[in-house]
């Protein structure tokens, strides 16, 4: 049963048009995570919710920004992507905090920038 | 930065031969978890061990914590082809671990040859 759902697997962007991957969650946990992730390069987080409060990494550039309107859904928008943006982006949930839980995370949807 | 590296950056043996990676991180930690990432798709949590634990079993897997080394390897025995993968350790920290979050390395990439 899927439990971190990302759509589109695979999407195809041109330079500086808007992009909104989107995660969906069907395990009610309530920390939701996006990391970008590079050819042979460790998952980079972008940010995180703790239920609705955002959490930003200080080195996410404010090209990205993510909406979580509810439990089960978080977005990533992508305002102008650039050649540098192309890559893998994966969604992960977490149940509770404190980092002693796994996470589970999606498939990723892999960005093409044109 | 607590980012773990992992060692060698990629490994290829024959199936049925052990399979060892390792992990180095920097500062202190309450658990360290490893994580599979097959080519193309999201991660997958294999094992947690918790900063008071040495070793720990799952299946084919086996995992040991040197907290005095701040080091952690991943032994796989008996490898098949399908275990070819990438495979991240990742650490939290111990200064209250803000929601979870973890510090990914750059990944091992296995290949198993039938």
């Known amino acids: 049963d899927a439990m971190v759902i990302q759509n589109p697997r695979y999407q195809v962007t041109q330079f500086g048009k808007p992009v909104t991957l989107s995660c969906s969650q069907t395990?009610?946990?309530?920390?939701m995570y996006w990391y970008q992730q590079k050819s042979s390069q460790a998952p980079k987080l972008l940010f995180h919710y703790y239920d609705k409060d955002f959490n930003n990494e200080a080195d996410t550039p404010d090209n990205f920004q993510s909406r979580r309107p509810n439990t089960s859904f978080c977005f990533l928008d992508i305002r102008s992507p650039g050649l540098g943006d192309a890559a893998m982006y994966l969604c992960?949930?977490?149940?509770?905090?404190?980092?002693?839980?796994?996470?589970?995370f999606g498939p990723g949807t892999r960005l093409t920038v044109l | 930065s607590q980012q773990g590296e992992e060692d060698p950056q990629a490994l290829s043996i024959q199936e049925g031969e052990n399979a060892t990676m390792n992990c180095s991180y920097k500062?202190?930690?309450?658990?360290l978890q490893w994580y599979r990432q097959n080519s193309g798709r999201g991660l997958v949590h294999l094992i947690l061990?918790?900063?008071?634990?040495r070793e720990k079993h799952s299946g084919r897997l086996r995992v040991t914590l040197d907290t005095s080394k701040k080091s952690s390897s991943l032994l796989i025995t008996a490898s098949r082809a399908a275990d070819t993968a990438s495979y991240f350790c990742a650490t939290d920290d111990d200064r209250g671990s803000t929601l979870g979050r973890l510090y990914f390395g750059r990944g091992t990439q296995l290949t198993v040859w039938p």
């Open positions: 500062t202190s930690i309450n658990n």
């Open positions: 061990i918790r900063s008071n634990e």
């Open positions: 992960a949930t977490v149940r509770g905090v404190g980092g002693y839980n796994e996470q589970f």
């Open positions: 395990l009610n946990h309530n920390v």
